[in-house]
């Protein structure tokens, strides 16, 4: 229960099965001292700007706006996604195609998805892309089979449905960083406010450690909450995205866990694409 006169925390999380199927327990009170949440459902793209503008008290991010925002927010070691074989995927009309100078549709460019696009091109199209246009994750799909770009960058579960759409996978961004660095892929962060103090940080760790056991412990008393936030989607698809994106990393990051993490961001800090990490920007209180 929260603790007599204290306020809800602002969460904002993504309405994706991951989130909601890790939040349900807590989100619901159902989680014993954990202080109470007053949830917001947005898209990562939204809220690593709400993270950038200082809003809300607990977030869910993509690990590429973690330089920004690290002044500010703690990363949390619990709560987020990383994992193997959930990695984003570049999608084209025709199989093997050259992405040299070619348009490519990408979510954002403050996305794990984007810092592992750009790592996988600087190795493997020698000549660079072309054009990056930013479109919302929905019309990426539908922009690359009706040939408005040459490719696409798409996340989540699109990895179970882009042959709906007579599209090739040309490339795993996730294998590419599997294979080069033998490390998990960083793609959601759990951030909170470092004004909140270091005892309520180690609370709401401990808070969202114990809604993932508990989704865990019960996956059918979240299916309602996953369900209807889940956009249509089918529960089968919703299911195979839990079982990809919720994993023992989400219980705690550990030591493997935070190497993919400084591994990812320092690679992008050598390309120039995000500021460089301090030495203790990571550390949790």
């Not at 602002?10 to 014993?32: E, L, M, Q």
């Not at 794990?112 to 990426?140: C, K, N, Q, S």
């Not at 009706?146 to 090739?168: M, S, W």
Request: proline share 8%; charged share 20%.
């Amino acid at each position: 229960m929260t603790a007599p006169g204290e306020q809800p925390l602002k969460i904002a999380y993504s309405p994706c099965p991951n989130d909601t199927f890790v939040f349900h327990a807590w989100a619901h009170g159902r989680v014993p001292g954990a202080p109470a949440l007053d949830v917001t459902f947005a898209d990562i793209d939204v809220t690593n700007g709400m993270a950038e503008r200082g809003e809300y008290d607990v977030l869910k991010v993509s690990y590429a706006v973690l330089p920004y925002v690290l002044d500010d927010y703690a990363l949390l070691p619990c709560g987020g996604a990383l994992g193997r074989g959930c990695g984003p995927l570049v999608l084209t009309r025709e199989p093997g195609a050259d992405l040299t100078g070619r348009t490519v549709a990408v979510p954002s460019e403050r996305s794990t998805a984007y810092l592992l696009f750009r790592l996988w091109a600087a190795d493997t199209v020698p000549g660079g892309v072309g054009e990056i246009v930013v479109m919302p994750f929905h019309e990426i799909m539908p922009a690359v089979r009706d040939g408005k770009v040459d490719a696409g960058l798409v996340i989540h579960e699109a990895r179970f449905t882009y042959q709906n759409y007579g599209l090739h996978a040309l490339a795993d961004m996730g294998e590419h960083w599997e294979r080069t660095t033998g490390l998990p892929i960083p793609l959601g962060a759990i951030i909170a406010r470092r004004s909140l103090g270091a005892d309520t940080l180690r609370r709401l760790a401990e808070a969202a450690r114990a809604s993932v056991r508990a989704a865990w412990d019960d996956p059918g008393a979240s299916r309602a909450y996953v369900m209807e936030h889940a956009q249509e989607m089918d529960p089968a698809v919703a299911d195979q995205h839990i079982a990809l994106y919720v994993n023992d990393f989400t219980a705690d990051l550990g030591q493997e866990g935070y190497a993919a993490v400084r591994g990812l961001l320092t690679r992008a800090a050598a390309e120039g694409l995000v500021p460089p990490l301090g030495p203790d920007a990571l550390a949790f209180p």
